[in-house]
């Protein structure tokens, strides 16, 4: 989320496990005609992947999630989506992005010690669940890598990131945001302490469905608290 008029960056995670009512098909307008109880993450399958609407699916659904049944009323403007695979490159296009370890993870390093992150370690880094903080350690990763490579490219200047990542973002990557807003995003970044930007992740209690699936029920009191202190806030 960045608000342009407050200087601010804030990163929210949503656990792949959330159970929600996720949008199974959609007409024209958007507006969903038919939905089912499921994982968060299926939403970007049900309307069909990269090459179809599984973007619009995944906003629509995350959207109606943080709206918290109409209590709010926040847009999801734009997306990027970028296939796993991508990341394996942009680690390596990068040079390498390092950051500090917060736990010990098997293969990647121990707490404590900073790491280069590259295509070698990098599944390891962002997707270990076992051993490693499970969902909320994993979660957390991936919020730190983000950060990382923000920085990392921010060092980089606007000029050699371009011509270094621009084959690879083609490739990979998926998003509705025009090359001017792309531009605008990155002369913001340029100027944003990095350090300033926030993070937070929804939080849930597990359960089991009656089909015996693992997930999570989000806990409603603090999740509106959350979008009141940082997204309602920032409509006004």
């Known amino acids: ?6 200087n601010t960056m804030h990163l929210t995670s949503i656990p792949r496990d959330m159970w929600v009512k996720v949008p199974k098909a959609m007409d024209e307008s958007g507006k969903v005609t038919k939905s089912v109880n ?8 049900f309307g069909g992947g990269p090459d179809k609407d599984g973007a619009k699916f995944a906003l629509k659904c995350t959207e109606d999630f943080l709206n918290m049944d109409g209590q709010f009323n926040i847009k999801i403007d734009y997306f990027v989506s970028i296939d796993i695979d991508g990341l394996y490159k942009l680690a390596d296009d990068l040079g390498g ?12 390093g121990s707490k404590g010690q900073t790491v280069t992150i590259t295509s070698g370690n990098i599944d390891a880094y962002i997707r270990t669940r076992k051993g490693a903080g499970d969902d909320p ?8 890598y983000v950060m990382a490579v923000a920085k990392k490219i ?11 990542l621009y084959g690879t973002i083609t490739q990979y990557a998926k998003t509705n945001l025009t090359l001017e807003q792309c531009l605008s995003l990155a002369a913001f970044v340029k100027n944003f302490d990095m350090d300033n930007l926030t993070k937070y992740s929804i939080v849930g209690k597990g359960f089991t469905t009656s089909g015996g699936a693992s997930v999570l029920k989000a806990d409603e009191k603090s999740m509106k608290q959350y979008m009141l202190d940082y997204f309602y806030d920032m409509t006004e």
């Open 38 to 45: 499921q994982r968060i993450n299926t939403a970007y399958n």
């Open 137 to 144: 350690g994993r979660v957390s990763r991936q919020q730190d």
């Open 97 to 108: 992005v390092d950051v500090v370890m917060d736990r010990d993870v098997k293969g990647v």
């Open 1 to 6: 989320s960045v608000n342009f008029e407050k």
């Open 154 to 164: 921010k060092e980089m200047g606007t000029t050699e990131a371009v011509t270094k």
